[in-house]
């Protein structure tokens, strides 16, 4: 067999990176309900200890992706336990029939790209499958208004307050990082930004855009699957040229982040809950909520995300069998306060 058949025969994966909230797995449901017949599996890396995402996705009801094309990694980051967790799920994947034609791999919203990129140089990895690219999905939003996530004043005022934190902003690094390992990058929420805001955080891009990379720009998450998919890049093979913040690093954690699962009783007003998310963000310094709720009186399950104060809420599908339980991550800085969040979240007073 010829190196260039052996290429060939490998699967192409694309590797969706991104920072909390930007939109990745709204941009990979669109992709799966888009894919016109191509065979794809999913490897969902959460961050968190429930599968929020994942269950997201599987529940798209996609003959070519079936739930389990959908492998879920919910405890560690993948980007730090590559040979733990992503070489098994790529096993199981590997071993579906028919075969998968394509994998889409979302990352969490702090994983480093270049760490799971250079995973694909390892032997049992190589011969079988390639990366076709690197998407970084940015929230445009959150960069128009000079940040990398949406609700994040408090870093922001920090920074501004002493410059010394400039190079040591874990949060900036992974972002650097993402944007300086993409092939392609994907712009969200262009519908809630104006032409001053696009030129903005068009700007905020190009300080880290490598040379040649191309930026499109999204609303709601729709793209057209062509673009994402069969760039060909063969990004392992270049990875080593991509300088990132963690080059010189032996190894990195992700300890400025806690995040904790609350259990929510079934709700009567989907409107009135999300105000009490919005609270949480305001004065709880949550940066991301995700989950499902059951509500009164409705056979279908509510869809809940936040980043920071903006949430989103819609009924997606009926609750299964021994399903129905409501069960939200929340996710922000170290020292969240599970007790205080947890309080507002169930509409409790505040305690004077």
Same mark, same amino acid.
């Given at each position: 067999?010829?190196?260039? &058949?052996?290429?060939?025969?490998?699967?192409?994966?694309?590797?969706?990176?991104?920072?909390?909230?930007?939109?990745?797995?709204?941009?990979?449901?669109?992709?799966?309900?888009?894919?016109?017949?191509?065979?794809?599996?999913?490897?969902?890396?959460?961050?968190?200890?429930?599968?929020?995402? *994942?269950?997201?996705?599987?529940?798209?009801?996609?003959? &070519?992706?079936?739930?389990?094309?959908?492998?879920?990694?919910?405890?560690?980051?993948?980007?730090?336990?590559?040979?733990? +967790?992503?070489?098994?799920?790529?096993?199981?994947?590997?071993?579906?029939?028919?075969?998968?034609?394509?994998?889409?791999?979302?990352?969490?919203?702090?994983?480093?790209?270049?760490?799971?990129?250079?995973?694909?140089?390892?032997?049992?990895?190589?011969?079988?499958?390639?990366?076709?690219?690197?998407?970084?999905?940015? +929230?445009?939003?959150?960069?128009?208004?000079?940040?990398?996530?949406?609700?994040?004043?408090?870093?922001?005022?920090?920074?501004?307050?002493?410059?010394?934190?400039?190079?040591?902003?874990?949060?900036?690094?992974?972002?650097?990082?993402?944007?300086?390992?993409?092939?392609?990058?994907?712009?969200?929420?262009? +519908?809630?930004?104006?032409?001053? *805001?696009?030129?903005?955080?068009?700007?905020?891009?190009?300080?880290?855009?490598?040379?040649?990379?191309?930026?499109?720009?999204?609303?709601?998450?729709?793209?057209?699957?062509?673009?994402?998919?069969?760039?060909?890049?063969?990004?392992?093979?270049?990875?080593?040229?991509?300088?990132?913040?963690?080059?010189?690093?032996?190894?990195?954690?992700?300890?400025?982040?806690?995040?904790?699962?609350?259990?929510?009783?079934?709700?009567? +007003?989907?409107?009135?809950?999300?105000?009490?998310?919005?609270?949480?963000a305001g004065e709880a310094e949550v940066l991301r909520v995700k989950g499902f709720l059951a509500v009164a009186?409705?056979?279908?399950?509510?869809?809940?995300?936040?980043?920071?104060?903006?949430?989103?809420?819609?009924?997606?599908?009926?609750? *299964?069998? *021994?399903?129905?339980?409501?069960?939200?991550?929340?996710?922000?800085?170290?020292?969240?306060?599970?007790?205080?969040?947890?309080?507002?979240?169930?509409?409790?007073?505040?305690?004077?």
């Amino acid at each position: 067999m010829t190196a260039e &058949t052996a290429s060939l025969a490998r699967v192409p994966c694309t590797i969706v990176t991104g920072f909390l909230g930007a939109g990745k797995t709204t941009l990979i449901r669109h992709v799966l309900e888009n894919a016109k017949g191509k065979r794809l599996a999913v490897i969902v890396n959460e961050f968190g200890d429930v599968g929020i995402d *994942g269950d997201i996705l599987k529940g798209c009801g996609i003959e &070519t992706c079936p739930e389990e094309n959908v492998v879920e990694l919910a405890n560690g980051c993948i980007c730090c336990t590559v040979a733990d +967790d992503f070489v098994p799920a790529l096993d199981a994947i590997l071993s579906r029939s028919p075969r998968v034609d394509h994998i889409l791999i979302e990352t969490s919203g702090l994983a480093l790209p270049k760490p799971l990129v250079q995973a694909f140089h390892w032997p049992a990895i190589r011969s079988r499958v390639t990366v076709d690219g690197v998407v970084a999905v940015v +929230d445009g939003e959150a960069l128009a208004a000079g940040r990398v996530a949406h609700d994040h004043d408090a870093l922001a005022e920090q920074r501004a307050a002493d410059a010394s934190l400039d190079h040591d902003d874990p949060i900036e690094e992974v972002f650097d990082d993402q944007i300086a390992c993409a092939d392609l990058v994907v712009l969200t929420k262009a +519908d809630l930004i104006d032409a001053d *805001g696009a030129v903005r955080a068009r700007a905020a891009l190009d300080a880290e855009l490598p040379k040649g990379v191309r930026v499109v720009n999204v609303t709601g998450g729709r793209l057209d699957p062509a673009v994402l998919l069969g760039l060909g890049v063969g990004t392992e093979d270049d990875i080593e040229n991509r300088r990132t913040h963690h080059d010189d690093e032996a190894e990195h954690d992700h300890d400025d982040f806690d995040s904790f699962v609350v259990e929510v009783p079934e709700i009567a +007003d989907p409107a009135e809950f999300a105000a009490r998310v919005a609270k949480a963000a305001g004065e709880a310094e949550v940066l991301r909520v995700k989950g499902f709720l059951a509500v009164a009186g409705k056979p279908m399950r509510l869809l809940v995300q936040a980043v920071g104060p903006r949430v989103e809420h819609h009924f997606d599908r009926p609750w *299964g069998a *021994g399903e129905r339980a409501g069960r939200l991550v929340a996710i922000g800085l170290k020292g969240l306060d599970r007790a205080k969040v947890e309080s507002i979240l169930a509409g409790e007073p505040a305690v004077a």
